[in-house]
T-cell receptor, first 114, second 112 residues
Framework: KAGVTQTPRYLIKTRGQQVTLSCSPISGHRSVSWYQQTPGQGLQFLFEYFSETQRNKGNFPGRFSGRQFSNSRSEMNVSTLELGDSALYLC?????????????FGPGTRLTVL | AQSVTQLDSQVPVFEEAPVELRCNYSSSVSVYLFWYVQYPNQGLQLLLKYLSGSTLVKGINGFEAEFNKSQTSFHLRKPSVHISDTAEYFCAVSASDYKLSFGAGTTVTVRA
C-alpha cells in the first residue's frame, strides 16, 4: 500500500499570500488529521476530517481552514500568511480516526513565509 | 484537558549503550499512549502504543515502553542503541477521539 502523500514538499510564500496544501491518505483510510510542527511550539493539532466532515479542531485562528473530498483526499488552506506560519505541516491518516487507530503520517510540507 | 511532558530535550548516548526517554502525562480521563520517531526530513513513524493489557509494550527496532498508571508515565527504553537511532522521539496521548497531543520531543544523538 502506498503511504500518505503530501504535496508540495516545499513551499515559499510571502506575507499576506495564501497557500493550499494537499494530502492523500492511505487507500481505504477515511480520517485525515493535520498538525503544525514548529521548533517553538512543537506538534500542534489543527483539525481532523472524516467523510468530508470536520470532527475536531485545534486552537488556531480562522485563517487556517481545511476540507476533505469524497475520495478522502484533504486540503488545508492558510490565508493572509504571517511569518509565524512558517512550519512543517504534517498530515496523518487513519482508518476511522478513533483513539485506538494508529495514525500514519506523511513526510510533511515545509512552508517558509518570507 | 491532557498534556504530555517529555523530561529530556536532548539525550546524547554512545553506540551500544542503553537509553531511556522519559514521558509523563496528565489527563482526567483514561488515555492511550504512543511513541513516535521522526528522522530528519521525514514524517512521524509509530514505534509502539499502549491501549490496554500488559503494561510492558514492545515495539519496532528493539524499543519497549512501560506504562505506569500510578506515576502517569510511559518511558521508552532500548537496551542497546545504534547510530541509526539518531532521531527525534515524541510521546503522544489520545484522551479523546480524533486528536493526538504530543510532547515537545527528545532529540537522541548516538555517538560512535
Amino acid at each position: 500500500k502506498a503511504g500518505v502523500t503530501q504535496t508540495p514538499r516545499y513551499l515559499i510564500k510571502t506575507r499576506g499570500q495564501q497557500v493550499t496544501l494537499s494530502c492523500s491518505p492511505i487507500s481505504g483510510h477515511r480520517s485525515v488529521s493535520w498538525y503544525q510542527q514548529t521548533p517553538g511550539q512543537g506538534l500542534q493539532f489543527l483539525f481532523e476530517y472524516f467523510s468530508e466532515t470536520q470532527r475536531n479542531k485545534g486552537n488556531f485562528p480562522g485563517r487556517f481552514s481545511g476540507r476533505q473530498f469524497s475520495n478522502s483526499r484533504s486540503e488545508m488552506n492558510v490565508s493572509t500568511l504571517e511569518l509565524g506560519d512558517s512550519a512543517l505541516y504534517l498530515c496523518a491518516s487513519s482508518s476511522t480516526g478513533t483513539r485506538i487507530n494508529e495514525q500514519f503520517f506523511g513526510p510533511g510540507t515545509r512552508l517558509t513565509v518570507l | 484537558a491532557q498534556s504530555v511532558t517529555q523530561l529530556d530535550s536532548q539525550v546524547p548516548v554512545f553506540e551500544e549503550a542503553p537509553v531511556e526517554l522519559r514521558c509523563n502525562y496528565s489527563s482526567s480521563v483514561s488515555v492511550y499512549l504512543f511513541w513516535y520517531v521522526q528522522y530528519p526530513n521525514q514524517g512521524l513513524q509509530l514505534l509502539l502504543k499502549y491501549l490496554s493489557g500488559s503494561t510492558l509494550v514492545k515495539g519496532i527496532n528493539g524499543f519497549e515502553a512501560e506504562f505506569n498508571k500510578s506515576q502517569t508515565s510511559f518511558h521508552l527504553r532500548k537496551p542497546s542503541v545504534h547510530i541509526s537511532d539518531t532521531a527525534e522521539y515524541f510521546c503522544a496521548v489520545s484522551a479523546s477521539d480524533y486528536k493526538l497531543s504530543f510532547g515537545a520531543g527528545t532529540t537522541v544523538t548516538v555517538r560512535a
